[in-house]
């Protein structure tokens, strides 16, 4: 670093009139901030024009005028969000100045402003800052400015480098002694740079142990606030075990609530691990959550004992009282807000103390307070069970109707999202939850349409026992024809319409569905939706021509059958012209077959059984009669790739198997927004087969290749031979694994068809993922080479590489360790029974070294 | 850890920020423009907590304090207790009192700087290190006559627009 320009005398001052022009007549930051607060309205020019001459001004060769200037900069930079990336060099240059006032601006600057990601000119720093980290052992300048080392450990802390970090480590144990005034602000600093650069942990982390036992309460209250932060997630608690006993000691001595509160907070990640701890501290629990008069320390110990003690009978009962002690305390919101945010912490292990406070948690659904309204949904989503799902959903979808747009969404965003989960397990009664669906899709702020269309779907494909309801709830959303107006609704009325369509034959009056279908204000919806109405009307017309030949209906007779076909025609007509290809499709599509119908009507006159209109309707219905199953997201990867097919090979050379009939009939393929997948699949099966223009070069690719198409056997296109439900799924070839179909049959509880579950796979995997970054973590494994890793246990280089002194100083700490270890030291059985036993406790695999800390607690504390 | 401290006035200004995990300018407008627009919307007499999920990560809460013409906030994560946040709060509050004699916006507008030193003696890195509203101030006015002896002596240019100034 540069030494800081010479001090301005009067008389270069004088020399230089530029310099001299600058500093009378710069504007100080409060000129700045007066200009701007002046004129409001042309503040973006106000601060345009001072950039511009901070620009020039912070090359000044006058210290004070670049001070000036830069103190400007920071504070545009600060609150007005412009960059100061251009005075970083600048910035480095006033850090040495020996003026308190502006190191202590060029601090700020460099504190506010730098980072590694940004800051190329960092590592320039390195030197000034080890200066004023040591400046106080050096003495000539701590009279003068005894905080100077402070403004380094600001910077340190918001701004440094791993590089920087493993630098000035060294710099920091003077700090981190007893005898330094600094010390809190020095042990705050060394959290930072040990999460920054582990490799700093065999300097730093043992003065930091040792500041647990500091004299100076602010030291000790910093130090566990460290402790608590290195141990939090996503960080290892495990390496910290063996401090339990300092942490401890520090819970039972220190007076001050934040360092107790700290303490607690470790203690919850620790007790996970090492479930005696618990026993250990239920006691001073109980004293503080009965006598504390500090909220924040009782609020603390409630959480603790909730999250990590719930087998202490005692304790759970006392923090249970609090808790509704909290919930019960009308005139303060925060008391209310935290009691609800811990009463949700009870689930589900305690439900009976939730369901006791299930009327408080109601009312507080409906508290102006959005908060305490986030939270009490969640407890009460936490307590819905299946016993109770109903009464809660109704409550909460009751509640939806009256709350604000946002408020309502998050509410039926939690109920569709706990009631689908795990394929619908908490609902018992699936005509109830559908009826709720549509219910949830007519509240007036309503934006979940999508998830509400793909449950409806989904419980349609999954749920047989459902059905009729389904319909009739799909029937109620198409004749309103208010929902038509709301593009949020768009989904839900199209699935309404697939739903009408694909099981009409649970419908009452198919004629009602038709013209609920065919509605004038379905012209506002879009196009996909369209297209599914008009489909659904092509299912509807089948469907009754087919029970009006079998006379199986009494609602549909010759003049209904009549009706229907010219209101068809009548109102789809024109869309035949549809610029849109899918709804111009589909139109062609039914207009085909009505106009064959009304044609056969009239030839045959009467209803003769072995006539053309019995064939036709005959082979119409088929085409619809298929059951589609929900298919797996997983079906395409269980079909194994044969070795010699090459999926990469061009596909042009199949151009001459496809002849135009292939191409009309890929063009028109039908493409159903909610659920493509099964849609396309089923209906080209059934196509297929019936389809009497079949190419025959189609048909011989079919033979040679046969295996990669669905299988179209005659008989499972029947539908009263598809018995094994769900079909579309079993006829991939390679999928009808037992393993994984699971069809839960309960006795109250519908069938509900399940397939693999994929996203549970995918989660698992995650988790274990997660895990292993876990044991990766450098900084855990280098605090456990520091704390457990002594002797043969192949301890890092770098900690080797350490002082003598820590050597020492360890041995001092865990004096008692090294005395109970001594007696297994070569009992390798005894250590593999406890790390045998430890695994079975312990969910996934700590470190082996885990398993050798736990005679260390045992001795100390048990 | 304290993740960051915001003075944000009821019209929206920032009046001071400090962010303990680094945020590049864009992302503090983003963030200051975020939460003013959600304590903006609550209601007088209400809890003092809200979420920050969406700003700072998962598991993120805000806590605030409405003063007058200013929000105090304090974004904190699982590490902190919420009442004691809010207590914190009290103690910048209370210190911000004794420095300025009931300070207001104005005080808050034009003293960027010691609002900073203040704010430095209370927090670091994130980290609280003093509590004790008497002994923050007793450190920021050591600090700042010990800037102002040393200024006298060595700073010139600044005696000569001083007695300009009059």
Known sequence: MASPPPLPSSTSVLSSASSLADSLFQRSLDDLIKSVRSDPSSEPSIIARSLSEIRREIRS??????????????????????????????????????????KRLAYLAASLSFHPSTTELLPLATHQLHKDLTSLSTSSSSSSFPFLPSLPL?????????????????????????????????????????????????????????????????????????????????????????????????????????????????????????PRLGTRIVEPLSKFLRESQAKSLVLECIKTVVSCLPTHTEAMRLAIDKIKELLSSDDDPNLRYLGLQTLGMLAPGHLWALEESREVVAQSLTDPDRSICHEALRVMMAMTLQENSI????????????????????????????????????????????????????????????????????????????????????????????????????????????????????????????????????????????????????????????SHIDESS??????????????????????????????????????????????????????????MIYEVVRVMDALFSDEMGPVSANAQKKVSVPEDLDLKDNLADLSEFISDNDA???????????????????????????????????????????????????????????????????????????????????????????????????????????VEAMKDDPLSGAIKDVLLGKKG??????????????????????????KSKKGEEGESKDRHKGRRKHKHRKEPAPPVSVAQETPVIQDFLL | MIRAVMVISTQGKPRLLKFYEFQPPEKQQEIVRYVYGALSERPENVSNFVDADSVFGQGTRLVYKHMATLYIVFAFDSSENELAMLDLIQVFVQTLDKCFKNVCE???IFNFNKLHTILDEMILGGQVIETNSDQILKHVDDIARIEKSSSTTSLVPKSISARFGR
């Open chain 1, 61 to 102: 060769s006058d210290p004070l005028t670049k001070s000036i200037a830069l103190q400007k900069l920071t504070y545009l930079s600060s609150l007005h969000f412009h960059s100061m990336s251009f005075a970083a060099f600048h910035t480095l240059e006033l850090l040495p100045s020996p003026s308190p006032q502006t």
């Open chain 1, 154 to 274: 600001h910077l340190l802390s918001l701004a440094s480098s791993a590089d920087l970090s493993s630098h000035l480590a060294p710099d920091l144990v003077p700090l981190l002694s007893r005898s330094s005034p600094l010390q809190p602000k020095a042990v705050a600093a060394t959290y930072r740079v040990l999460s920054l650069c582990p490799s700093t942990v065999p300097v730093l982390f043992k003065p930091l142990v040792d500041c647990l036992s500091s004299d100076n309460p602010l030291t000790v209250s910093a130090a566990v606030g460290a402790f608590c932060e290195l141990s939090a997630p996503p960080n290892d608690p495990a390496p910290y075990l063996p401090l339990a006993p300092e942490i401890y000691r520090v819970l039972v001595n220190s007076r001050s609530n934040w360092t107790l509160i700290k303490a607690l907070k470790i203690f919850s990640r620790l007790v996970p691990l090492e």
């Open chain 1, 391 to 546: 009464e809660s959903c109704t409550l909460l979808v009751r509640q939806a109707a009256k709350s604000d747009p946002e408020f309502a969404n998050e509410i039926l965003d939690s109920v569709l999202t706990s009631c689908s989960k795990d394929f619908y397990e908490l609902v018992v009664d699936f005509d109830w939850y559908v009826s709720l669906l549509g219910e949830m899709a007519r509240i007036v702020h309503c934006t979940k349409g999508d998830e509400i269309s793909r449950q409806l779907v989904d419980i349609g494909l999954r749920v047989r026992d459902a059905r009729p309801e389904l319909v009739r709830v799909a029937r109620e959303l198409l004749i309103d024809p208010s929902l038509l107006g709301n593009h949020f609704l768009y989904n839900v009325l199209s699935a309404a319409a697939w739903i009408s369509g694909e099981y009409v034959e649970f419908s009452k009056d198919p004629m009602e569905l038709v013209e609920a279908l065919l509605q004038p204000r379905t012209s506002l919806l879009p196009t996909s939706a369209r297209a599914v109405y008009i489909q659904s009307v092509l299912k509807v017309l089948t469907f009754s021509c087919n």
């Open chain 1, 554 to 611: 009494s609602l549909v007779n010759d003049t209904v059958i009549a009706r229907m076909l010219s209101l068809i025609e009548m109102t789809v007509g024109p869309l035949a012209e549809s610029e849109e290809a899918e709804v111009e499709d589909r139109v062609r599509n039914l207009l085909g077959v009505v106009r064959l119908v009304a044609n056969i009507k009239d030839l045959s006159g009467d209803k003769d059984k072995d006539g």
């Open chain 1, 664 to 770: 009309a009939m890929s063009r028109s393929n039908p493409s159903i927004l909610f659920y493509p997948q099964s849609c396309n699949a089923s209906e080209e099966v059934e196509v297929g087969p019936t389809s009497v223009a079949e190419s025959t070069s189609l048909k011989e690719h079919r033979k040679r290749h046969g295996l990669y198409y669905l299988s179209t056997d005659k008989e499972t296109t029947e539908p009263e031979l598809t018995e094994d439900y769900p079909r579309v799924n079993e006829t991939l070839p390679l999928s009808n694994g037992d393993t994984t179909r699971r069809v839960k049959v309960t006795k109250l509880r519908p069938t509900v068809v399940k397939l693999d579950e994929g996203e549970d796979l995918a989660t698992s995997s995650s988790l274990s993922t997660k």
């Open chain 1, 793 to 818: 246990n192949g301890a890092s280089s770098s900690f080797d590489a350490s002082s003598s002194s820590q050597g020492k100083g360890k041995d001092k700490v865990k004096g008692k360790e090294i």
């Open chain 2, 106 to 108: 104005l005080d808050v």
